[in-house]
């Protein structure tokens, strides 16, 4: 199994997506970050998801609140106020560790060997670890995070909700050398769990088969749902789930639109073409233009998903949902 840290900030579909991981990998620890609730409720939440699939033996750090450079902007508007609106749930028997979320990301990654981040909400934690010790973009094995769009966004028509929320750390993450995959709107609006699949859900008549058809029925609001974070998780359990391109992909800081887009270069793709929602100069490689050309694009730094394969994702989460007994 690949040993992976989960930093999430539950979230709906951060919980799906911790639920698939469980049944698939090594999941070393889970730090929180401040994105689609305030710490202290997304920290609770994870708490809770671990509580209903009986997983307690994994730790929950608490990571930062908000991001450094601006103030945080939740997503109340989208998983309720405690952040994860729906489900009923008790308060957790369970505690989260004194030591912070970044600390422990650095100490397990400067000690152990192969690990990979999984990351399914604003980035703040995973710069401030790179910050803290640049050396571990050399060593995880990856970083898998739900982010941003290869053109275009949800929270604003530029930028995705993870990155809108602190994109000087989105900005840090994909410029540190680190092996990337992105899994990004354009991406995970495929990858969808329709009303039957949340039925078929509820019908496994289990703890995690009830949790996941309510967090969907609020996520969802009666009508399919998108499971971005979870596509975060799958790519790095099923490499082939997704079809990526190496394209070069940086972080738009100022724009007083675009601020928090992720400017991906489309005009070249390192692989063959990927059949995506819209033609563009596809099979032209970046370095294929002569150096100095104008049109000659930066060097591809970042695997971006763009076409799921929809009956293989589904096979993949149902499946896990169904393991838990
Ligand atoms: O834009 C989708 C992302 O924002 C997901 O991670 C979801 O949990 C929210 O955090
Ligand atoms: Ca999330």
């Known amino acids: 199994m690949k040993k992976v840290i989960i930093d999430c900030d539950p979230g709906h579909d951060d919980a799906i997506a911790i639920m698939l991981a469980a049944q698939h990998l090594d999941i070393l620890g889970i730090t929180t970050v401040g994105g689609n609730g305030y710490l202290e409720n997304v920290t609770r939440n994870a708490l809770q998801i671990l509580e209903v699939i009986d997983r307690t033996d994994i730790k929950v750090y608490p990571g930062h609140a908000g991001p450094s450079t601006a103030k945080l ?49 604003p980035l703040t934690n995973i710069a401030s670890a790179l910050n803290k010790e640049p050396r571990i973009a050399q060593r995880v094995t990856e970083i898998s995070f739900m982010g941003g769009g290869a053109y275009c966004g949800n929270w604003t028509p530029a930028a995705e909700f993870n990155i809108f929320v602190d994109p000087e750390a989105a900005y840090k993450v994909v410029n540190s050398g680190a092996k990337i995959k ?9 990858a969808i769990m329709s009303v039957e699949d949340k039925e078929e859900m509820r019908a496994y008549n289990t703890k995690a088969g009830i949790f996941t058809a309510e967090l969907l029925d609020f996520f969802g609001g009666g009508k399919e749902a998108r499971m971005h974070d979870a596509s975060a998780v799958a790519w790095v ?70 076409r799921c394969d929809i009956e293989r994702f589904r096979k993949l989460l149902k499946g896990a949902i169904a393991k838990y007994k």
């Open 182 to 190: 992105m899994c990004g709107v354009n991406l995970t609006r495929q």
């Open 237 to 306: 359990i099923d490499e082939d789930v997704f079809k990526g391109a190496m394209l070069h992909v940086d972080i738009e800081l100022c724009g007083r639109l675009t601020r928090g887009m992720t400017v991906t270069d489309l005009r070249f793709m390192q692989t063959e073409k990927v059949d995506v929602d819209f033609d563009f100069e596809s099979t032209r490689r970046w370095d294929d233009e002569p150096e100095g050309s104008t049109f000659r694009g930066k060097e591809p730094n970042v695997n971006v998903g763009m």
């Open 73 to 121: 902007v939740i997503a109340d508007n989208v998983h309720g106020e405690s952040g994860m609106e729906g489900p009923v749930l008790p308060q957790p028997k369970i505690k989260a560790q004194e030591k912070h979320g970044v600390d422990f990301i650095v100490e397990t990654v400067m000690s152990t060997d192969d690990v990979t981040l999984i990351a399914t909400g």
